[in-house]
C-alpha cells in the first residue's frame, strides 16, 4: 500500500471536562447542631481579610469536591496569586477547574506545571511502559478468519453497511483496465459483496452502480447510518491541475448521494485541495463529525489525521488536526471509529512490528494511552484498514504480508485494553490516628472526571477497583465526616496505593473523646517560635478559625493547652508555655469568646510529640512539632493523656484530699494534672500505696496533684532528682507559682 496511498492517521484529542462525579453518601443521620461545619468557619474567616495557605487550600477543596468549579476557581486564584503552592496535586485541580470554567490556556499551561512539578514532564506517557512488553501482551488476542472473496490483485479498505462489506479492489473480472504504472495494477474501484448467514460467508462481489467509480483510483468508501449519503477517496481529476510530467497524482474525498440504488452526483468537498492529498474519510458515530487523513500544510508529520465538522446543510467546518499524541513524524492513515469513540488507525511513526501497525487508543480518554494490537493483527509487513463490530467482535482489517494488499477477517477473543488490566488495592486510614476507616467510598475517575468503578472499604479499610496500567486515573476518596480527597493515579503505577483521610465534623457533647478543635478544622498547629510567647501572624488566622467555631457553637467549651520543646530547663519551659497559653486565651477573650468556656493550662516540655529531649540531637523543625497548642472540647482534663490505667471514679465518693484553696508562691513538683475528679482518686491510691504523700491544689479550674512544695528553684531540682534515683520512675516537672 506504500506505493498507492501516502497517508496519514493522528489520533483525536478530546478535552472536556465532566461534571464532577459526587459521591454516594452514607444514611446516617446527623444532627448538625451537634457538628461544627467547617466550611462556615473557613469562609467567615477568609471573609474577614484573613490569609493562608491552608485557608484558601481548603476553600477550594471544598468547592472543588462539590462541583462548584466557580466558587473553586475564586480560592485557588487566591491561592496560587498569594502562595508559592508546592503540593502537585493543586496544580492538577486548579487546572481542571480553569478547564471547567472555560479557561482553556490558562488550564492547559497549569496542566504542564502540573506535570513538571510530579516530575511527569520529560516521560513519554504513551510509551512509558516497555513497548514490546505491549505488543506481547496482545499478541494472540484474535482469531484469523480467510476471506474468500479477495483476489490475485489489490483488496483492501473495508467498511460494512447493512448486510453488505464495502472495500477497494484494482481486480479486473476480465475487464479491460487502466494499469496504474507507478503500482503495476488496475486503478481502484469501490466494490460491494454481500454478507450471507454463518460466520463470513459472502456472496459474489460486484462494483458499485453510479456516479462513484471512474477510469481512475476511488477507494476506502464510508455511507452514512440512513444509507443516503457515501464518502469516498478519489485521484484528483480537476480539470484545472496543471501536471508536471511524473508529478504524483493527488488525493480528494469525494460526497454522493444515492437515488433509486444507484450513487448520483459526487462533490468535491471544500478541505481538499489541488496541491495537497485528503483520504480516508470515516464518520462518528452521531455522523456529525467526519475524519480523514492529509497531508496539507500545517500537519505534524507525513500524513496526519484530522477531523472537520458536518453542518446541518452539508458544508464543512474547518479541519482540526488531531495533535502530537495520535499524529507523529511519519504517517497516520485509515482511521475507524467504533460506537463508543474507539479510534483503531494505522501509524508507522509510533512504536510496532514494522511498517504500518494498527493502534487502538479510547478518544474519549482525557489522556491517550496508546496501543498496539499486537500479533498476528499487526506483524513485519503494512497492517491497516481496520474495522469492526462492536457487538458481535468480528471485523476485517488489510495487509500485505501475502505479498500483495488483501483483506483479512478476525474474531475478537479479549478487548485490546485487556492486557493491561489489573487491580488496584489498598488501604484507607485516619491520616491523625492511623486507623483503617471502614466504608469509605472509593472511586476510579477518568481524565474527565467520569467515575469508571467504585468500591467501599471494609473492616480493615481495604479497597479494590480495577483499572488499566496503560490510561492515567484519579483516585476520589470519600467518607462522611471526614474531608473529601483526590489523588491523582499516572499510568504504570503499581499496587498497594494507601490513602488517608482528615476528619472534617466532631460531636462536641462526645463524653468520652475529647477532640482537638484544631484537628477538627484542620488547622495550622499554633507554633511559637523558639523561647517567645508572641502570636505570630500565621498563628492568627489559625485563632480565627478557632473564634468562629465556637461562635457557630455557643455550648462547646474547650481546654487551650500550650507545650514547649526541651530545650532550655524544665521550669524555664513550663512559665514559657503558661504564657504561651494565656496569650491564646486572652486573644481569643478579646474577639468576644466568654472566658467562662475557656481554661488553659501550660504543660512544658512533658509531652513531647517525639523523641527529642535534652538527650537528643533535633533539628529546627522536629522541635517545632513540639512547641503547640491544642484545643480540647469539653474542658477536657489532662486524662487523655495520663490516665492509662486509672479507675473511673464517681461522683457520690468522699475523697479524704481536700484541695488547698490556693497555691502559694514558690516551686511545685508536678505528678499530674486534673480537670474533674473522674481519676482522680484511682490516681491517688496509686501514689499513696508507694507510700508517698500526694497533695494537691486548685489553679485555673485545674487540679494539681503534687509531691512537695519548695520555697527555691534549688529545693524543688535537688527533690526531682532524689525521685527520679527513686522507686517512682514517671516524670515530674517543677511548676511556678508567681
Keep these: 500500500m506504500k506505493k498507492i496511498f501516502p497517508v496519514v492517521l493522528i489520533l483525536f484529542s478530546m478535552i472536556s471536562m465532566g461534571q464532577e462525579l459526587k459521591l454516594e453518601r452514607a444514611d446516617e443521620d446527623f444532627d448538625k447542631l451537634n457538628y461544627i461545619d467547617a466550611e462556615s468557619v473557613y469562609l467567615k474567616v477568609a471573609n474577614k481579610g484573613f490569609a493562608s495557605e491552608e485557608l484558601f487550600k481548603r476553600l477550594g477543596d471544598i468547592y472543588y469536591f462539590n462541583g462548584n468549579y466557580k466558587e473553586a476557581e475564586n480560592w485557588y486564584n487566591k491561592l496560587f496569586d498569594g502562595f508559592e503552592v508546592s503540593d502537585p496535586q493543586y496544580f492538577l485541580r486548579y487546572s481542571q477547574t480553569l478547564k471547567s470554567c472555560g479557561k482553556d490556556s490558562l488550564a492547559a499551561s497549569t496542566y504542564d506545571l502540573f506535570l513538571h512539578k510530579a516530575g511527569i514532564r520529560g516521560k513519554d506517557l504513551a510509551s512509558s511502559l516497555d513497548y514490546e512488553q505491549i505488543i506481547a501482551q496482545n499478541a494472540d488476542r484474535v482469531d484469523l478468519v480467510p476471506i474468500s472473496f479477495n483476489s490475485d490483485d489489490i483488496d483492501f479498505g473495508t467498511f460494512v453497511h447493512g448486510n453488505y462489506l464495502y472495500f477497494s479492489s484494482s481486480r479486473s473480472k476480465g475487464r479491460t483496465r487502466m494499469i496504474d504504472t507507478w503500482s503495476s495494477y488496475p486503478f481502484l474501484d469501490v466494490y460491494k459483496v454481500e454478507i450471507k448467514q454463518g460466520d463470513f460467508e459472502f456472496g459474489e462481489p460486484r462494483a458499485i452502480k453510479g456516479a462513484v467509480n471512474t477510469k481512475y483510483h476511488e477507494s476506502t468508501p464510508v455511507i452514512s447510518k440512513d444509507g443516503n449519503t457515501i464518502y469516498f477517496t478519489r485521484t484528483n481529476i480537476s480539470p484545472k491541475m496543471d501536471r508536471k510530467k511524473h508529478e504524483v497524482d493527488h488525493l480528494k474525498i469525494y460526497r454522493a448521494i444515492q437515488v433509486n440504488g444507484k450513487w448520483k452526483d459526487a462533490e468535491d468537498l471544500s478541505i481538499n485541495g489541488d496541491n495537497y492529498s485528503t483520504a480516508h474519510p470515516m464518520l462518528s458515530p452521531d455522523g456529525n463529525t467526519l475524519y480523514f487523513v492529509s497531508d496539507m500544510p500545517g500537519g505534524i508529520g507525513e500524513t496526519d489525521i484530522y ?34 469513540y474507539g479510534l483503531y488507525f494505522a501509524s508507522d511513526g509510533h512504536f510496532g512490528l514494522g511498517g504500518y501497525d494498527i493502534f487502538y487508543v479510547d478518544l474519549k480518554s482525557a489522556k491517550k494511552g496508546l496501543y498496539n494490537l499486537g500479533e498476528p493483527t499487526n506483524g513485519p509487513f503494512d497492517d491497516y484498514g481496520f474495522w469492526m463490530d462492536d457487538t458481535t467482535k468480528k471485523g476485517f482489517f488489510s495487509s500485505n504480508r501475502g505479498g500483495v494488499d488483501n483483506i483479512y477477517g478476525f474474531i475478537e477473543k479479549r478487548l485490546v485494553t485487556s492486557a493491561f488490566e489489573q487491580e488496584l488495592t489498598g488501604t484507607v486510614s485516619d491520616i491523625k490516628t492511623g486507623e483503617p476507616i471502614d466504608g469509605a467510598t472509593i472511586a476510579l475517575l477518568d481524565g474527565n472526571r467520569k467515575a469508571l468503578e467504585a468500591d467501599r472499604t471494609n473492616e480493615k479499610g481495604n479497597y479494590h477497583l480495577s483499572r488499566n496500567l496503560m490510561e492515567d486515573y484519579t483516585l476520589r476518596v470519600d467518607k462522611e465526616g471526614y474531608d473529601t480527597t483526590d489523588k491523582y493515579v499516572p499510568k504504570g503505577t503499581g499496587s498497594p496505593l494507601d490513602l488517608s483521610l482528615t476528619k472534617s465534623v466532631v460531636n462536641p457533647i462526645a463524653g468520652e473523646n475529647q477532640a482537638d478543635l484544631s484537628d477538627v478544622l484542620n488547622l495550622s498547629k499554633i507554633y511559637f517560635d523558639f523561647d517567645d510567647y508572641s502570636l505570630t501572624d500565621e498563628s492568627i488566622v489559625e485563632l480565627e478559625k478557632i473564634v468562629e467555631a465556637l461562635k457557630l457553637h455557643p455550648q462547646i467549651k474547650i481546654s487551650i493547652r500550650s507545650h514547649t520543646d526541651s530545650r532550655g530547663t524544665a521550669s524555664y519551659n513550663l512559665k514559657l508555655s503558661q504564657r504561651r497559653a494565656e496569650a491564646t486565651f486572652n486573644y481569643l477573650v478579646k474577639q468576644g469568646i466568654s472566658p ?7 504543660l512544658g516540655e512533658k509531652y513531647l510529640l517525639n523523641d527529642c529531649d535534652e538527650k537528643v540531637d533535633c533539628a529546627e523543625e522536629q522541635h517545632l512539632k513540639n512547641r503547640r497548642t491544642e484545643f480540647i472540647i469539653g474542658h477536657g482534663a489532662i486524662s487523655d493523656l495520663d490516665n492509662q490505667g486509672l479507675e473511673e471514679g464517681t461522683d457520690d465518693v468522699a475523697y479524704e484530699w481536700q484541695p488547698e484553696e490556693d497555691a502559694r508562691k514558690g516551686f511545685y513538683l508536678i505528678a499530674n494534672v486534673f480537670k474533674t475528679e473522674k481519676y482522680f482518686k484511682s490516681f491517688m491510691d496509686q501514689l499513696k500505696h508507694r507510700e508517698l504523700q500526694p497533695k494537691v491544689f486548685e489553679k485555673n479550674h485545674f487540679l494539681y496533684v503534687y509531691l512537695g512544695y519548695f520555697k527555691t528553684l534549688e529545693e524543688a531540682k535537688k527533690e526531682l532528682n532524689h525521685y527520679n534515683e527513686g522507686e517512682y520512675k514517671e516524670k515530674l516537672w517543677i511548676y511556678e507559682v508567681e
Design 307 to 340: 477531523s472537520v465538522v458536518i453542518n446541518v446543510d452539508g458544508s464543512l467546518g474547518k479541519p482540526v488536526n488531531l495533535g502530537p499524541s495520535i499524529n507523529t513524524k511519519g504517517r497516520e492513515s485509515f482511521p475507524f471509529i467504533t460506537d463508543d
Design 596 to 602: 467562662a468556656r475557656l481554661t488553659y493550662i501550660g
